[in-house]
């Protein structure tokens, strides 16, 4: 097998573009039909060219050393040359100046006299000529009227506009006199006559499609400076069948208000519509390269018009659409949407087609060669006068506001078209959760929430967040389709209220009294717990709210789960947008240029937008650990959360769950605290026979034995670790614990295995990952002291402020009963100030409370209710 020399392979490279197709067709040998058979031969062509490239490389690289050296050395010599260059010019300039005053003395004064005569006389003849010039076109307007009445009398239409063209030339002789005006007024009435004489014809040619007189008209029309009125003429005629098939369309969900249609809908009618527009569109891509010099344009500014001239406008259909609809609105429009970027497509490939055959001479071109060279193909005057074509209706001329691109402008037929849309787009975040809202309020009202059983409620929580989740996954392909990614945060903001309204039904439907008539008779399921005398009831709602707590992890994990997914979408928007930003052309967000030019300088394209797609994007020229880094997240974590609202609204179900339960649990124990404020201990003891019998001795106090309901209290809160021995092993207790009321941050921050979030906070950051499952010993110790300090909050700002009055006796029972339960609580870790604040104040005897009363601030409020109910104030 022979392979191409070294000298042909290098010298074949400069006519590939892509360096891979050159390597692939020069590693098969020339004329050989198969590859290269055998893996030597390929690997002695790899050997040969690899040696090829690189004495080619460094021939190439000694080349231009030696090219550079001698530009290095030329270029000092380069700014003594133009020094050089400007001396000499400055003494040729002397020189020539030297000789010009000799050879003028050298001219005796009589011929230098006559050759001033000469240039007197030549001066004198020439603007005698020019004179002859404007009298003879001043001359010509007095016969103008009658002689292009009696052309076009004659129906010589091109002679009448060339006259005309003529006499529009010489207006600039009367510029700045009284004449202009008459003279003024007369050309536009004549011009008004040629037009009025032409128009009929005009359409007919039109709707003929004869395109040799269209375009012997054009010409007419242009050379009297009225070219505008001639597309006027021809975009109306050409659309007609477009606009009335718009306006007859008896479509159901656009009808006017007071106006019924049973006919179809808007979507049903709006490719039909389209279709017709690319018919007769595809039609024009042969028509009007023939009339007209600027083709593509032309059919711009031709399908600009169609879409100004539809009644009621696309806008208004739009309009009633979102009427009709209401909270569905966007899923209408998106089909709408969808269908006219299909359009789009298929008018951007016209468009194609036209602007590559414009390069082909066309048939005005070919026929340009007997036109006047004035003949106006590239820069064009609106004439400043009234034109006949000024009237209302259907037919919109540049008067009536229909705006016809110039020459200069671009292919903006695309921004018509896309341009009703911008208004909603730009509300999409209020339509996305409008319809959200519409999901929710259908889902819901496909259940039946029972009132008693919680174990249904929980089951049915987590089925509707299945279907919510659901509809929020929808719309991750609604706000791309819709909005091409600029609704981004738009969207984030819609799913987060849409979430967040969805757990919060749920948290404002927790209805679970903690047994709202107690029994007094202890449940079988109570025999072991001594101060805790459950009911059926009880255990059923404390089953119901673990069932709760249980799926509201389950919802919580489906929550986070859906934020990758929607982290993924927008990351891959931002991947979208970086790329956009770092090449426009070969990575368009849209693929209509006129839509991503609306949708750019909209108000969608914020700083906010920016920020969240550069938060989520994730640059592939980064290793994963650099980004990480750079994006402050560790471990497993994916930044901060997207659905800020909506975690919180999950972590207040979490917790009102948790006080309902915490309610039901401690109900004995605060059924048994009830009476505790209004017990005859605080003033009936022995301590006044004492005083009777001996007045002045005072007797050793000694410590009293803890109160009865005080007894049973405790010996409940000892009971209920057995009570949590029995749910050790429910994960619902581990769900949220930084919610729990009277939560133990340094214990939460030191649970091994703790994937919670911080406690909550207004700068709290959730990291986005799978909760886990804390060790039981964790869960029930946070839980134990969660409990033991709700129930001493109880005591402290419920209970012992209702008591009314509290004697010396009194006050030392009560300082037992709060020393005997500090000494308690502590076995469960719950320690509490404000109970050691009661039992320190409590055991002050008159003189020394009535002394701290006086020198403390009023803005101890223990110690203000311990002097109330002792007499102290």
Partial sequence: MSFPTSTEALDSLEEYEDVTTWINETLIAPGSEKDIESLVDLDQQITQLIASLDIACEDTSSQLERTIADVSRGIPRLTYDLHFIKDSALSLQTSLATVHARSRAAIPDSTASALEQLKRLDTTKSHMEAAREVLREAESWSTLELEVTSMLAERNY?????????????????????????????LVNLQNQLEASLSSALVAAINEQNLETCRSYFYIFSNIQRELEFRNYYYGSRRVSLTSMWLEADISDTAPEGKTASGQTFSEFLPKFYV?????????????????????????????????????????????????????????????????????????????????????????????????????????????????????????????????????????????????????????????????????????????????????????????????FAAAEESLTRYTEFTHGYGSTSLLQALDGFLKSFVDMWTADISFASSGSHSTLQDAGSEDLSGLDYTSRDWSNIQSILHLLSSARSVYERMTSFEVKLRSSLAQTASKFRLHRGDPTAFPI????????????????????????????????????????????????????????????????????????QGTILSPLRQQLASYASSSIWLTT??????????????????????????????????????????????????????????????????????????????????????T??????????????????????????????????????????????????????????????????????????????????TQNNEDHVLNVVARIRGWK
């Fill in 276 to 468: 017709n527009v690319l018919a007769l569109l595809d039609q024009e891509r042969s028509s009007i390269p023939a009339i007209f010099p600027d083709p593509a344009h032309t059919l711009s500014a031709f399908i600009s018009s169609i879409l100004s001239a539809l009644q009621p406008t696309f806008s208004q259909r739009l309009t009633s659409l979102s009427s009709y609809y209401g909270d569905l609105t966007l899923k209408e429009l998106i089909a709408v949407f969808k269908l006219t970027e299909e359009f789009a497509v298929g008018v951007a490939k016209i468009m194609d087609k036209i602007q590559y055959s414009a390069a082909t001479p066309s048939l005005l071109d070919k026929s340009n060669s007997n036109d006047p060279p004035n003949h106006p193909t590239h820069s064009r005057k609106r004439s400043m006068r009234m034109s006949i074509s000024f009237r209302s209706g259907t037919n919109r001329s540049i008067s009536g506001g229909q705006k016809i691109p110039s020459l200069a402008d671009g292919l903006d037929w695309d921004q018509e078209l896309f341009h009703p849309f911008l208004q909603f787009q730009v509300d999409y975040g209020s339509l996305e959760r409008r319809f959200l809202d519409h999901a929710l309020r259908e889902i819901v009202s496909n259940e039946t929430r029972p009132k008693v059983s919680g174990s249904d409620q929980a089951r049915i929580f987590r089925e509707r967040a299945v279907d919510i």
């Fill in 773 to 854: 499952t804390l060790d039981p010993e964790t869960v029930s110790t946070a839980w134990l002291s969660s409990l033991g300090q709700s129930l001493l909050a109880h005591l402290t700002a419920e209970i012992l402020p209702r008591i009314n009055r509290l004697n010396a006796g009194g006050a030392a029972q009560l300082a037992s009963d709060l020393g005997y339960l500090s000494n308690v609580i502590r076995v469960i870790n719950v320690e509490s100030d404000e109970l050691e604040q009661w039992k320190e104040y409590v055991e002050l005897n008159d003189e020394a409370g009535k002394t701290k009363v006086n």
């Fill in 590 to 661: 849209i693929n209509s240029r006129g839509s991503e030019q609306i949708l750019e300088q909209s108000s969608l394209n914020s700083a906010d937008l920016h920020a969240l797609l550069d938060k989520v994007d994730v640059d592939p020229s980064q290793n994963r650990e650099n980004f990480l880094r750079t994006q402050g997240i560790t471990g497993s974590t994916f930044g901060e959360p997207l659905l800020v609202d909506a975690r919180s609204a999950m972590f207040d179900f979490a917790k009102a769950c948790q006080i309902s339960l």
């Fill in 158 to 186: 091109a002679k009448a506009a060339s006259r005309l063209s003529e006499a529009n030339k010489s207006m600039v002789v009367f510029q700045n006199t009284s004449e202009y005006d008459p003279r003024r007024t007369l």
């Fill in 686 to 771: 022995g301590e006044d026979s004492r005083n009777t019998t001996f007045s002045d001795l005072q007797v050793p106090t000694f410590s009293l034995s803890p109160s009865e309901i005080i007894q049973r209290v405790t010996e409940g809160l000892l009971n209920l670790p057995r009570l949590f021995e029995v749910y050790a092993d429910d994960d619902a207790l581990s769900f949220s614990l930084q919610t729990l009321p009277f939560a133990d941050p340094e214990l939460l921050r030191n649970a091994p295995d703790a994937s919670v979030p911080d406690v909550p906070s207004h700068t709290r950051r959730h990291s986005i990952t799978r909760t």
